[in-house]
């Protein structure tokens, strides 16, 4: 029965890239925890924030798999230190002044399953200037088409077990 069906889904990684994002990130956190997957891998690495993002990542790290605060290169190399870290199956990025709509990841997962391995999603995002205002996953379509900066699409990748993602440029 359910206990099963937990065994055979994929575990998802979402990173989130930080800096001084102490205004908005505990809304993104709660986006992606409020996704109740059974297999959410979620790290957080933030580039040295001086505001108060390090006290809201310390009040969530029981929920978070991996969290830093460390100076970096930028928002590529947070997200490919999130990567280098990731054991999921599916691996994602959501930047934090973004919200993930409720039960998109539950998309996600049934997406991937039943597609090809190796395939790209795209899936746009609310960001906050946009908050409460759409509450809905579009489809990619009509998020490329929109001129509104509101409809950020994000990437998520596939990748067999136990091999590394290409890094991001910066």
Same mark, same amino acid.
């Given at each position: 029965?359910?206990? =099963?069906?937990?065994?055979?889904?994929?575990?998802?990684?979402?990173?989130?890239? %930080?800096?001084?994002?102490?205004? &908005?990130?505990?809304?993104?956190?709660?986006?992606?925890?409020?996704?109740?997957?059974?297999?959410?891998?979620?790290? #957080?690495?933030?580039?040295? %924030?001086?505001?108060?993002?390090?006290?809201?990542? =310390? =009040?969530?790290?029981?929920?978070?798999?991996?969290?830093?605060?460390?100076?970096?290169?930028?928002?590529?190399?947070?997200?490919?230190?999130?990567?280098?870290?990731?054991?999921?199956?599916?691996?994602?990025?959501?930047? %934090?002044?973004?919200?993930?709509?409720?039960?998109?990841? %539950?998309?996600?997962?049934?997406? &991937?399953?039943?597609?090809?391995?190796?395939?790209?999603? $795209?899936?746009?995002?609310?960001? &906050?200037? $946009?908050?409460?205002?759409?509450?809905?996953? &579009?489809?990619?379509?009509?998020?490329?088409?929109?001129?509104?900066?509101?409809?950020?699409?994000?990437?998520?990748?596939?990748?067999?077990? =136990? #091999?590394?993602?290409?890094?991001?440029?910066?």
């Amino acid at each position: 029965g359910e206990a =099963r069906g937990v065994m055979r889904s994929p575990v998802i990684t979402i990173v989130t890239p %930080s800096l001084n994002q102490g205004e &908005f990130i505990e809304q993104t956190i709660l986006s992606v925890l409020d996704q109740e997957l059974p297999n959410l891998e979620y790290i #957080v690495i933030d580039g040295g %924030s001086s505001d108060e993002t390090v006290d809201v990542l =310390r =009040r969530y790290e029981a929920h978070l798999a991996h969290w830093v605060s460390e100076p970096d290169r930028g928002q590529a190399d947070a997200i490919n230190k999130g990567l280098a870290r990731a054991t999921g199956e599916i691996c994602g990025y959501l930047n %934090s002044d973004d919200l993930y709509a409720p039960g998109c990841l %539950s998309r996600v997962m049934d997406d &991937f399953l039943a597609g090809p391995d190796g395939a790209w999603h $795209a899936y746009p995002v609310r960001d &906050f200037s $946009a908050y409460p205002a759409i509450t809905t996953l &579009f489809d990619r379509a009509i998020a490329e088409r929109s001129h509104q900066r509101v409809h950020v699409v994000e990437l998520l990748q596939r990748r067999p077990a =136990r #091999v590394a993602l290409p890094p991001l440029a910066g």
